[in-house]
Nanobody, 120 residues
Framework: QVPLVESGGGLVQAGGSLRLSCAAS????????MGWFRQAPGKEREFVAG????????SYAGSVKGRFTISRDNAKNTVYLQMNSLNSEDTAVYYC?????????????WGQGTQVTVSS
């Protein structure tokens, strides 16, 4: 697993959009899964979306399905999270992580996180 760096967070009004990026500092195994997680104040970290490097298979939490889109650029070793129709419940620190499989407990190599704040 290689270090990951998130970027793209910020302050946005409800209904707005943001795109987060997660850059891997080196080549990640093509068998790996990349995931976005978030942690709101006073809450546990939760899975948001994931994508497999090789096939591009995706998975989303029910709360973001239809609003968020995860994608990857293999050439740039970068994963993106396009977030649309944001609401106050999306306010959190967003982290990316990698895993050899889709088991949530297996995700590691956490980045430092990027803050997303949605104002109503």
């Amino acid at each position: 697993q290689v270090p990951l760096v998130e970027s793209g967070g910020g302050l946005v009004q409800a209904g707005g959009s943001l795109r987060l990026s997660c850059a891997a500092s080196g080549r990640t195994s093509s068998n790996y899964v990349m995931g976005w997680f978030r942690q709101a104040p006073g809450k546990e970290r939760e899975f948001v979306a994931g994508i497999s490097w090789s096939l591009g298979t995706t998975s989303y939490a029910g709360s973001v399905k239809g609003r968020f889109t995860i994608s990857r650029d293999n050439a740039k070793n970068t994963v993106y999270l396009q977030m649309n129709s944001l609401n106050s419940e999306d306010t959190a620190v967003y982290y990316c992580a990698s895993s050899p499989n889709w088991n949530i407990a297996a995700f590691g190599s956490w980045g430092q996180g990027t803050q997303v704040t949605v104002s109503s």
